[in-house]
């Protein structure tokens, strides 16, 4: 029985000493952490908000489940990062739609589907066809992409909705 | 030069990948080019050997019953606070690892260190045992890594982790005579079977030769 408790005892001590630690090491990190996490999309967020410098992540609620990240850019308007199933690889994007529910900005940051094809939801040709438009308004896919352009707007579909519960 | 000759030849033979061919799973997986066998080599020698001293530190006091869970507290505790670290410090070193900083707990050279040494020798002792295993396990990361980036990609670079600057990149091969599949999981067990290969015939060259002496 004696033997037992001193078991128990010592790992527990054992347990709470390293609890103790990372909870030490959780409080030093974890700001920094958050910051290099905004840093890692900042750049994508400035080409998409030129007009303003400060953005925080928010959280926020999706049915859909596609929308990975949700941004707000102070004043302007909001920044979904994405992640929905392309042709036969995820396609992660950026949008960012301001407050009046326009679409400001598109950046396709990976897309592995087919050369030529599926890969021109990255091309300039698309992401123009979009950029500009309400998000209520229908949007074009592309013919010969269907699955892949279908897939993005899919995904600004969801962006649109979390936009919705928002603002 | 003679004891430098030494500590290369025992790096060999006490080899925890190639010699005693533990802890293979991250190796396999991460040593894509040279600054992915760094990072994790680097995190792998700092986390050995405090574990090691932690280990060995606390070996008298640690009831027999329940080394093994204690162990395991102690090294999933270092790993987490190295992750954050990293995440916090060296985020492009947190982004090419990504999972295998964490599954650092079940790289079996830590725990094997700790129960095969640590349980039983001194601190001192201990921490140079981890910084030795460490050591020889980074060596074994560049090494693949080199081979394998070289023939995948021809270029050699290495960049600084806290600032994701370049320090340097070398091409050594041109483009078109690359062997992309080297990058693979496949060209990971190519490297590794050849790596391993050579290191047993020198082994086995050394054998003979103290037989032959004999």
């Not at chain 1, 409080?27 to 900042?42: F, G, H, R, Y």
């Not at chain 1, 400001?104 to 091309?123: H, Q």
């Not at chain 1, 010969?144 to 600004?156: E, F, P, Q, R």
């Amino acid at each position: 029985m004696k033997k037992i408790i001193h078991l128990t005892v010592f790992l527990a001590l054992v347990s709470a000493l390293a609890g103790g630690i990372l909870g030490y090491v959780n409080a030093l990190t974890s700001p920094i952490i958050e910051e290099q996490k905004i840093a890692a999309v900042k750049a994508s967020l400035q080409s998409i908000f030129t007009g303003t410098n400060d953005f925080k992540e928010i959280n926020f609620e999706d049915a859909s489940g596609n929308v990975v990240n949700a941004y707000e850019a102070v004043g302007a308007g909001y920044a979904f990062n994405v992640e929905v199933q392309g042709y036969k690889d995820v396609i992660r994007f950026i949008v960012g739609i301001d407050n009046t529910g326009k679409i400001v900005g598109l950046e396709v940051n990976y897309v592995n589907d087919t050369p030529g094809l599926g890969s021109k939801v990255a091309e300039p040709e698309f992401i123009n066809s979009i950029v500009g438009k309400q998000v209520d308004a229908s949007l074009d896919v592309i013919s010969g992409a269907t699955i892949s352009s279908n897939a993005v707007l899919k995904g600004i579909d969801s962006a649109a909705a979390v936009f919705g519960t928002l603002k | 030069m003679k004891s430098v000759l030494n500590y290369g030849m025992n790096l060999l033979k006490e080899n925890p990948v190639f010699g005693l061919y533990l802890g293979i799973c991250s190796t396999l997986a991460i040593t894509i080019n040279l600054n992915n066998a760094l990072g994790m080599g680097l995190s792998v020698i700092i986390i050995l050997t405090i574990s090691n001293v932690v280990i060995s530190a606390i070996r008298k006091i640690t009831p027999d019953e329940i080394r093994i869970p204690v162990y395991i507290v102690v090294i999933a505790t270092l790993v987490k606070a190295i992750e954050l670290l990293i995440k916090a410090y060296a985020p492009a070193i947190d982004q090419a690892l990504g999972i295998f900083i964490p599954l650092i707990v079940v790289n079996c050279i830590i725990l094997g260190r700790a129960e095969a040494f640590a349980s039983k020798n001194g601190v001192v002792a201990s921490a140079l045992d981890g910084l030795n295993m460490g050591v020889a396990y980074t060596l074994s990361l560049v090494a693949m890594s080199l081979v394998r980036q070289i023939l995948a990609t021809g270029i050699v670079d290495l960049s600084n982790p806290f600032t994701n600057t370049e320090i340097f990149s070398i091409t050594l091969i041109p483009s078109q005579y690359t062997i992309p599949i080297f990058s693979s999981a496949i060209g990971a067990f190519l490297t590794f079977a050849l790596l391993a290969a050579g290191v047993s015939a020198i082994k086995n060259a050394e054998e003979k030769k103290l037989k032959g002496a004999k």
